[in-house]
């Protein structure tokens, strides 16, 4: 089983461009790579997902070495309402008892004015 | 508007007791998962289903009966409830069992076992 690994929390302030990384070095060949985000008392977010190479959409990209090995996670030009946990996500197209989707334990990052 | 209801949204118990968290979604999602979410440990899956009346087991099933007579539902019960259930429960829905296709969440259950 892919085993993913994120840090624990990041600071950064407003304006800026955050990159979180994740590590999950035993990636299997059909594995997605999905990113969510979760405020306070709220279930967690879609943000973005991809598969190789990178992806892009309206408030992240997606960076994904040839390997797969890790992802990076780019939130451009930061602001206070992003301060939140982020959750990397990697799994099969379907599941099963051998193959699990396996989340990263989150990085909370906190967006300071 | 179309989404996915959990209640109730907090619940004090006794340990020993049963307790059924219920979830209900619009979107018309064949597979439907149960999480917990626990400090340091991010989200663990408990039990998904492909469609009604087909259950599986996920990372932590042990003390979690689910069932899924309707699409649209899909109740966690806990038949004997221990401390160490305390949690916050969330329920989502997707169009696929994996990771290909994203996955709604609800807004969670804040479950507590005295």
């Known amino acids: 089983l892919a085993k993913t690994t994120q840090p624990i929390s990041m600071d950064s302030y407003e304006g800026q461009e955050v990159n979180i990384t994740c590590s999950h070095n035993?990636?299997?060949?059909?594995?997605?790579i999905t990113w969510y985000q979760q405020f306070p008392s709220q279930g967690p977010r879609f943000i973005i997902q991809g598969y190789k190479t990178k992806v892009t959409n309206e408030v992240a990209s997606l960076f994904i070495p040839a390997d797969r090995k890790s992802s990076t996670l780019s939130l451009p030009r930061v602001s206070l309402s992003d301060t939140a946990v982020y959750y990397c996500?990697?799994?099969?197209?379907?599941?099963?008892?051998?193959?699990?989707?396996?989340w990263g334990a989150g990085t909370k990052l906190i967006i300071k004015p | 508007d179309a989404g996915i209801t959990q209640s109730p949204r907090y619940k004090i118990t006794e340990t020993g007791r049963q307790v059924t968290l219920m979830c209900h979604q619009t979107?018309?999602?064949?597979?439907m998962f149960w999480y917990r979410q626990d400090l340091g440990h991010g989200l663990r899956l408990i039990y998904y289903s492909a469609a009604a009346d087909i259950t599986d087991k996920g990372e932590v099933p042990d003390g979690y009966v689910v069932s899924r007579s309707k699409t649209e539902n899909f109740p966690l019960t806990l038949e004997s409830a221990t401390r160490s259930q305390t949690s916050v429960y969330f329920c989502a829905s997707s169009e696929s069992s994996g990771g290909s296709e994203p996955q709604h969440f609800g807004d969670g259950t804040r479950l507590s076992i005295l």
């Open positions: 979107w018309s999602h064949s597979y």
């Open positions: 035993n990636i299997a060949t059909n594995d997605y």
């Open positions: 996500l990697v799994g099969p197209p379907i599941m099963d008892s051998n193959y699990q989707l396996i």
